[in-house]
């Protein structure tokens, strides 16, 4: 039942850069949060990186300084820019958007980081 489109991931050399995109193809009213999880093999999802309405970011401290988050609201597209990327960085990232009545989430993306 997602509702989200994720695009970007892939296969990456270490120190490598990549930008996921997520968009809700059908809008989505009265965001107040957008989100970017993602979930190794053996381990919980985790967060990585937020935006809040009022475009307060937060970041899981093994991303910060080198993930960005940001948002197109008139495309209704969320962004990820990923650097300075390291294998532990493996993992399926999932959008996640948030309004008053409801949580939509995106099928995940692979993303690869090996030499």
């Known amino acids: 039942q997602e509702q989200l489109v994720e695009s970007g991931g892939g296969l990456v050399l270490p120190g490598g850069s990549l930008r996921l995109s997520c968009t809700a193809y059908?809008?989505?009213?009265?965001?107040?949060?957008m989100g970017w999880y993602r979930q190794a093999p053996g381990k919980q999802r985790e967060l990585v990186a937020g935006?809040?309405?009022?475009?307060?970011?937060d970041y899981a401290a093994s991303v910060k300084g080198r993930f960005t988050i940001s948002r197109d609201s008139a495309k209704n597209t969320v962004y990820l820019q990923m650097n300075s990327l390291k294998p532990e960085d493996t993992a399926v990232y999932y959008c996640?958007?948030?309004?008053?009545?409801?949580?939509?989430w995106g099928q995940g993306t692979q993303v690869t980081v090996s030499s």
């Open positions: 996640n958007i948030q309004n008053f009545a409801r949580s939509y």
């Open positions: 059908r809008s989505i009213a009265n965001i107040l949060y």
């Open positions: 935006i809040t309405h009022g475009d307060n970011t």
